[in-house]
């Protein structure tokens, strides 16, 4: 990330983890510069994490890089007012979900360089999953300066369209909450064949995080790992062909999908 400055707009939770990934990875404090309505978030941020925090205008008028990390209903606002501040050849990110590329471009300028991405809550502790598309004003070197950021919380991964951001949203920005169901739907079973529910809960947790570990530490599909750890004729087996007769993979897919559609929606 070398030298680059980069400036935040917006220190809410979004902000705050990649603020502190980019702590963690190694990025001075003072090469950060944040702005937020709550003096108190950014008071906290300044003394936790050793950044500079500022006015709108301040911090992006110094800035190599402006993050948009307020809410989508706020953009608007914050795009027209930030644009007579911003710098020539910055790199802006945005990571308002449901903001498109034509609608930041025509509140900053359409001469920008503009990445758009789509990261999820996981990084808040550093294992966000992200989508990212860059306008056709992004240099290579922006392009991998905005990879850099977004990998500081996580994965990240380049789109091949600004469409595909609907997909990403479906999978991995709602995704953590489709864990969370499940992890809720076995505790629930946990209890109903009778273990106590801090035992389901402490069970459910620590098996959501082994599979998950291993999934993501292994050489092999998830399918490959599902089959080596059920022998025929089994209990896992018999859970399987009981999901599967419920048409486990076509009630996820449907939930994606709507989720996609949802996402086209609210882009508008
Ligand atoms: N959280 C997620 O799971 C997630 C996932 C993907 C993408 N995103 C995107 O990330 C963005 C931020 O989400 P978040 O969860 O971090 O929201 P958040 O916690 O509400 O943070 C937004 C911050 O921006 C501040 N703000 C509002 N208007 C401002 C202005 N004019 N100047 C400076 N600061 C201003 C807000 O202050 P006040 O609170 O005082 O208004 C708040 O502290 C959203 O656009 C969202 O779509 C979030």
Avoid: H
Avoid at 41 to 70: F, H, N, S
Avoid at 159 to 172: C, H, P, Q, R
């Amino acid at each position: 990330m070398n030298n680059s400055r980069i400036a935040f707009i917006g220190a809410g939770n979004m902000a705050n983890s990649l603020i502190r990934g980019l702590i963690a990875k190694g990025v001075p404090g003072p090469q950060i510069a944040a702005c937020d309505l709550d003096v108190v978030k950014l008071e906290q941020l300044q003394t936790e994490c050793g950044i500079r925090t500022g006015t709108m205008a301040e911090v992006a008028a110094e800035a190599d890089v402006v993050l948009l990390a307020v809410k989508p209903q706020g953009m608007a606002g914050v795009c027209k007012a930030l644009r007579p501040s911003l710098k020539q050849g910055v790199l802006i990110i945005s990571i308002a979900a449901g903001i498109p590329l034509r609608s930041l471009e025509a509140w900053l300028g359409s001469e920008r360089a503009i990445v758009r991405c789509m990261p999820n809550t996981p990084a808040l502790v550093l294992e966000g999953a992200t989508g990212l598309f860059a306008n056709a004003n992004t240099t290579a070197a922006q392009s991998a300066l905005a990879e850099a950021i977004l990998s500081a919380v996580g994965t990240s991964a380049w789109l091949a369209s600004e469409d595909a951001i609907n997909a990403v949203t479906a999978l991995s920005g709602s995704g953590p909450a489709y864990f969370f169901l499940l992890m809720e739907a076995m505790e629930q079973a946990g209890v109903a064949m009778g273990l106590a529910p801090a035992l389901a809960r402490q069970l459910t947790l620590q098996t959501a995080l082994g599979a998950a570990k291993l999934a993501a530490g292994s050489d092999v599909a998830p399918d490959e790992l599902r089959r080596r750890v059920t022998s025929p004729g089994g209990t896992t087996e018999a859970a399987i062909r009981s999901f599967e007769g419920a048409d486990f993979r076509a009630v996820v897919e449907q939930a994606l999908f709507a989720a996609q559609k949802r996402s086209v929606e609210l882009t508008g």
